[in-house]
């Protein structure tokens, strides 16, 4: 049994979703933290933070324990909002290294254009692509593509930590690591 973790995380609409790769069974979570709810980005933060915490202390009270986390990671060629996204990021990376041992608490981190290759075939493709690609490679219906990218993303992780998967698959992953050093696909 191996229990991954996908996180795409967007203020608008923060995906997770928990995937149990020995019975399929899955958790999906999503919310959004729009700015005018908040006083400051600091309490903005710190909710993404708590929120975060709490989701993955009922994933691992669900599904026993969390194996491995794979997030989406940021646009390379984003022109704005790098420095809200980097914040939301290491909001994210803060409540995982508070609720999950080492190394599970270290995410991969999934570049889109990988996430997207992994999940279509190619390295480009709109949110409606990715929907139905999730639903035609694994038979998982989402209305929301944060929901889609997050289970893309726990389905990654898990090909990613299992070495399961096909050629392309394991292909697209290679390079993946959650810390300095690590080798665990050669």
């Known amino acids: 049994m191996t229990v ?3 996180i795409d995380q967007s203020y608008s609409g923060l995906a997770m979703v ?6 399929e069974r899955r958790y999906s979570y999503l919310h959004a933290f729009s700015a005018d709810r908040y006083v400051t980005q600091s309490d903005r ?3 993404v933070q708590l929120q975060v915490g709490l989701n993955v202390e009922d994933i691992k009270t669900m599904f026993g324990r969390v194996d491995v986390v794979a997030m989406e990671g940021y646009a390379a060629g984003a022109k704005f909002g790098r420095e809200l996204a980097g914040e939301l990021g290491g909001a994210v990376k803060l409540a995982l290294l508070d609720v999950l041992n080492k190394p599970a608490s270290y995410p991969l981190i999934i570049a889109p ?3 997207k290759k992994y999940v279509t075939g190619r390295g480009t493709a709109a949110k409606a692509e990715m929907l139905l690609a999730v639903y035609k490679k694994w038979g998982v219906t989402y209305t929301d593509d944060n929901l889609a990218d997050a289970y893309g993303l ?6 990613w930590f299992t070495r399961s998967g096909t050629k392309a698959e394991l292909e697209t992953l290679k390079d993946l690591k959650r ?6 696909l050669v």
Do not use: I, P, V
């Open 4 to 6: 991954c973790l996908g």
């Open 18 to 23: 928990a995937y149990d790769s020995t019975d």
């Open 45 to 47: 933060l710190d909710a």
């Open 113 to 115: 254009t990988k996430l």
């Open 154 to 159: 726990a389905r990654a992780a898990n090909t």
């Open 179 to 184: 810390f300095k050093d690590e080798t665990h």
